[in-house]
Each structure stands twice: as C-alpha cells, then as structure tokens.
C-alpha cells in the first residue's frame, strides 16, 4: 500500500514523508510492512522486551481493507486494530502511540488497556513466533485440539486462522468464555462440574465431577474445563 504524507510534526508545523513513518521487510516468510514512529518504537520494545525492534508490523495477509492496514494478528493478536473481530479485543499502548505520533491527537495513556499477548517474551516471538523454539505458550501445535487460550480466559480449539500467519492458536469459542455465568446455563447445569463466572479460570484438566451429567458425548474427552479457582502460598486450588 502507498501512506500519503499524512502525518504531522507538531514541533515544526509541517506534515512528515511516509519514508519517516513506514519501511518494509520480511517477517516470518511475509513481506511486511512496519510502522516505525518514535512512540510506536518505543512501546513496542517496551511491551515485548526487545531493545531492536524498529518499529510494529502491519498485518501481511488478507486483501484489500487488511493488507496493510491494520495491525499483525500473530504479533499483537487481540489489539483492537488487527484485521478482523476477535474475542476480549484490547485497546492498547500500540493504537495509543500511533494516534500520538500521527501529530493529530493527544492520548490520555490512562485509558489504555492491559494488554498480554507476547508481553516481555523478547525478540524471537516478533522474528519467529510460532516457529521458534522456545515454544510460546500464545501459540499451540496439534490442530483442532481442545485448549485452554493462552491467557486460561476460557475454553477453545487450537486452530490457524486468515491472519495468523499459519500460527495456530486456541481461541475461545462464543461460549467457552469462564468468566461469563450465563454459559452454564447453556448445558442445562454444570457439566462435569464446571464453573462459569468472574471467579473462574479455564484449566486444562482430565478431573471431573461424577455426580454432574453429560450434556454431549465429547464434554468428558475435551480437557479444557472452566472451574473457579483462588491463589495460595505456593498453590493454586
């Protein structure tokens, strides 16, 4: 895509050349596009922990709306600025700090979320990501299999989608969320025992409860389970 000379350096009242704004290289096997403002910079090596990074990818699949246009889902999954509707979606320091350096808006940095994905897991999971050998808890490996996000929010299945690069990740399906009561009632009272609700966690587990029905044949085979759950000294019950 062409960035047209929009935005504006408020010090010296002029507007800034896309050659200040914006580079390309070639991120995971995608030529990308990379945002490389001085804020943008700043929080990016900020939030992954990496002190090389130039600047923040744009997302490098997808067609014409996507491309380029919104932020990389693998690296920065669910920002609010990536290319399509994602669960829990975040308005993060990443779309604060491009809004500033854009020279047409002041951020209240107050009113930005927190936000997790990748958060201080250095320079490989921007280079590398699901290819790396470290083995970032973010992504998964066995295809469609049940699994808790990475964030343990709630349930869902380890699958690739349009923007991820081929990564694959657990996403949360539109009633795995753990913290949301109302699923429960969904299969008609606590299968296997589960929990929904703000003092729940999904945890991958074989443990259940023998006493609670079975609303669908493969509720005792998935192993990812709502259940709520309190912090101790050293355990987590």
């Known amino acids: 895509p062409e960035y047209p000379a929009k935005f504006f350096d408020k010090v010296n009242n ?5 050659e200040n704004v914006i580079t390309q290289t070639v991120l995971r096997g995608f030529n990308t596009f990379i945002i490389k403002t001085p804020k943008v910079i700043e929080a990016a090596r900020r939030h992954f922990n990496c002190d090389t ?14 491309l380029g246009a919104h932020w990389e ?27 500033e350096d ?18 201080g897991k250095g320079c490989e999971f921007i ?22 996000s990475y964030d343990y929010r709630g349930k869902g299945y380890c699958n690739p989608e349009a923007f991820s690069d081929n990564c694959k990740f657990s996403e949360i399906y539109w ?23 703000q003092e729940s966690q999904c945890v ?24 709520k759950y309190k912090c101790g000294t050293n355990i987590v019950t």
């Open 14 to 18: 002029r507007l800034i050349g896309s």
């Open 53 to 66: 990074l130039e600047g923040m990818g744009l997302e490098n699949q997808g067609g014409e709306g996507s």
């Open 73 to 99: 889902r693998t690296s920065l999954h669910n920002e609010i600025m990536t290319a399509s509707d994602i669960r829990e979606s975040v308005f993060s320091e990443f779309t604060a700090a491009i809004l």
């Open 102 to 119: 854009s020279g047409w808006y002041t951020i209240d940095q107050t009113r930005t979320e927190k936000f997790y994905w990748g958060k």
């Open 127 to 148: 280079s590398k990501a699901c290819l790396s050998t470290l083995k970032f808890d973010e992504f998964c490996q066995e295809k469609a299999k049940p699994l808790c």
């Open 175 to 197: 009633n795995g969320d753990c913290k949301i009561a109302k699923y429960a009632d969904f299969k008609k009272g606590y299968t296997l025992g589960e929990i929904f609700g």
């Open 204 to 227: 991958n587990s074989t443990i259940y409860n023998n006493n609670f029905k079975v609303f669908q044949a493969n509720d005792v085979s998935d192993t990812s389970r709502c259940y």
